[in-house]
Every structure is written in structure tokens, then in C-alpha cells.
């Protein structure tokens, strides 16, 4: 089941990339908006941040997408083998570069100086070989087309978006086997009390001693993780949740619990003003909060 379920989470995010790529790049192709060619514009930061965070499902994705927008624009089929080719390098090889060069933690976070030399590092070279390989395929001055496209589009637009994706909406990247995940925080809730008493204990000494966050910061954390606990309890006495939380730059909770499909952040209908005092807690701590289900599981994805 685990398996099926990591199966399934590559197979979308294929999709997504793909679908992205494609609006991007099918809208340029018709509009006929930049004079450089169609295999230039901003689209090209795609497969840049899309192959750092997802792999080869990102990269790969990103190439689906230029294949589909090619196709219904006509475009000779040399063009899209370049932009493949070019997609390919940049997306796996960042991705693959980036968790083998120092410092490397298993995060794609930009915080650090060392983290922007290392990505704008990674870029140049990468830009550079891309831009060779499409001189072999296309007329003069392809190089410095593909080069400047790639590079500058990964620092002008790739940087804002790998920040909002890594550290504002939390989305965790896929790692090359060699890779050391982030470290996390996990335990589990169940219908008996001692369950929530002890995992709050532990992650109060988790956080405060590896993290150095503040009672206030902790039991803010504590408590959106004992309303969403609550509410599902009140929906399932028996529900069993796998609880994981991580801290960087924003916290970010993930449960997980097998069963029928019950979300805590949807309030029955008529139901009493103090009844949602706890709903009205967790969307107001929460940057962003989501539900998903799938095969028999609930997701439940919030950051504060």
C-alpha cells in the first residue's frame, strides 16, 4: 500500500509539471511573444526548480509539457529535442549536484550565503553545458540564448519560487538516495489521552533543545496539533494519526490516518458559534492548511 501510494504521488507530480510546463509554454508559442524562438522565455525556470524539488519526476514533467506544447504548435522536432535535452540537464543535474556538493543537508533551502553561491554555482555550469549542447543543434548564437535564458531566468524568477515552494508553502522535496532527509519530529495520537501529554512532551524537548524555539513558539505548535487532534477525534473516537513536524523557516505539521475521508478543517452545518472556537483557532495560526485523501488515507498538510 505504501508503495501504490508513493507511485501515486510521482505520477502527479509528473502531471502537475507537465501541465505547468505546457500553459507556459504553449501560451508563448502561440502568442509569438518573444522574438528569440520558442524554445526561450520564462518558462525556463521550470525545469530548473521543478527537477531541485521533485528530481527526474519534475524534470521529466517539464519535458511532457514542452513535448505537448511542440506538438500542437507545429514546432520541427529538432527544437523540442533541444529543449528536452536542455530541461534534462539543468533539472537532474541540479538536483543531483545539489545534494552532493557541500553544504548539504538533505533541504533545498536558500537561507544561507553559501546556499545562493552553491545554486548560482550549479546554475552557471549547467546553463553553460546546455547552451553548448544546443549550439550543436540549432544555428549560431544559440548558446548565448540558451545559456542566458537558463541562467538568468533560475535567478530572476527561480529563486522567489523555490523560496515560496520550500519555506512558505513547505512542500517536501523528493531526495536522491545518497541524500540525508531533514530531521523531524514524529509520534502518534490516538483516542487514549496519555497519547497527546506524551507527544507534547517530547516535541517541547525536541524543539526547545534542537531548535531553540521560544515556550511562546512551541506551545503555539502544541496547541494547532491538539485542535486538529480534537476535531478529528470528535468525527472518529478511534482515529489512529501519524503526526510528523518539521522546523525551518516556518513549521509545518503533517498528519496522517488511515479511514473513511474526515477533514478537520470543514464545520458541519448548524452548528454553534463556540462549537468552531477550535476551527477558528487552527485557520488562524495556519499560513496554509490542506486536506487530501487517497487509497484509504487522510492527509491532513498545515504550516504556521
Known sequence: MEKRRRIRRYIQIFIACAVIYFVLDFSVRRTGFLRFGDSIGIKNFLAIIMGLVFGPYGAFGCCAGCILAGGLSSVAITDILGECV????????????????????????????????????????????????????????????????????????????????????????????????????????????????????????????????????????????????????????DIKSKVCVRFHDSVSIDFEYEGESVTPFRAEKNVPEEDLIGLKLILHRALRSSHYYADGMNYVHIVM
Open 86 to 237: 536542455a530541461d534534462l540537464i539543468v533539472g537532474i543535474g541540479i538536483w543531483a549536484l545539489w545534494h552532493k556538493i557541500p553544504p548539504a543537508n538533505g533541504t533545498v533551502f536558500l537561507k544561507r550565503r553559501q546556499e545562493y553561491i552553491k545554486y548560482g554555482s550549479i546554475l552557471f555550469v549547467l546553463s553553460a553545458i546546455a547552451g553548448a549542447i544546443a549550439e550543436l543543434i540549432y544555428p549560431e548564437t544559440a548558446f548565448a540564448r540558451y545559456f542566458a535564458a537558463y541562467f538568468v531566468m533560475g535567478i530572476v524568477v527561480g529563486i522567489p519560487v523555490l523560496i515560496l515552494l520550500t519555506s512558505i508553502v513547505c512542500i517536501n522535496p523528493i531526495l536522491p538516495p545518497w541524500a540525508t532527509p531533514l530531521k523531524e519530529y514524529e509520534g502518534t495520537l490516538t483516542s487514549d489521552p496519555e497519547s497527546l501529554g506524551l507527544f507534547n512532551e517530547g516535541l517541547e524537548e525536541y524543539a526547545f533543545m534542537k531548535h531553540k524555539l521560544t515556550m511562546k513558539e512551541i506551545f503555539g505548535v502544541q496547541n494547532c496539533i491538539e485542535e486538529v487532534h480534537i476535531r478529528l477525534m470528535e468525527k472518529n473516537k
